[in-house]
């Protein structure tokens, strides 16, 4: 069954993550990215997945955040660790069995790596996926890692989604691809959505060009 993806409007493009996946969220500026990779590890816990968030940010701020946004009390948190930490080696240590991993961001955390060193650590990341029938959700900030090192991220992943903002003739225009996925579904357009920092809201009748 995977991860579900408890997005309306999106969930019918991608209802789940899948079966034990390595998936990098990708995003600019915009705070979309993050708020979806929060979204992923509520619906985690609200199946009752043991959840271990690396931040590179402060704790109590990222828990207030998943107060207000996920309704939940401070009992629903029970299976939740979260760890701030610069230390990338400390990835698969914090994988937990049969839940989700969450990092925001990992490229904060591998600016100082080489692809090479990168490309044999993702390796070792996607064994553990398979080992644990673990989950692992990557946030990533489009621009921080060098050309190489995206390609070794995006060519690594099982699944790939990106988020998008760019200045059209009506203002901001906000749209996500999802340039890789691994469940026999590819989605070659873009997906229109709006965030005002509370709500994310797909609408999938609009075409951006």
């Not at 998943?66 to 400390?90: K, M, R």
């Not at 993702?122 to 553990?128: D, G, K, M, P």
């Amino acid at each position: 069954m995977g991860l579900p993806v408890d997005l309306p409007g999106l969930d019918t493009i991608i209802p789940n993550l899948g079966d034990f996946p390595l998936v990098v969220v990708e995003g600019g500026g915009d705070p979309a990215k993050s708020f979806f990779l929060r979204g992923l590890v509520l619906s985690a816990l609200r199946i009752g997945w043991p959840v271990s968030f690396i931040a590179s940010r402060d704790k109590t701020e990222l828990l207030r955040l998943l107060t207000v946004e996920g309704g939940l009390g401070p009992d629903s948190f029970s299976d939740l660790h979260v760890q701030e930490t610069e230390a990338i080696e400390e990835l698969v240590k914090s994988m937990p069995a049969g839940g989700l991993l969450a990092v925001d961001s990992f490229s904060f955390l591998t600016l100082d790596l080489e692809p090479g060193r990168l490309s044999s650590m993702l390796r070792h990341v996607r064994a553990a996926c398979r080992e644990k029938s673990s989950t692992v959700v990557l946030g990533t900030d489009r621009g921080m890692f060098e050309p190489r090192a995206e390609a070794v991220a995006l060519h690594l992943a099982d699944d790939v989604v990106q988020f998008h903002s760019k200045e059209g003739p009506e203002g901001l225009m906000r749209f996500l691809r999802i340039p890789k996925w691994t469940q026999g579904k590819f989605v070659d357009r873009n997906i229109y959505y709006e965030f005002d920092g509370k709500r994310l809201a797909i609408d999938l009748r609009r075409r951006i060009l």
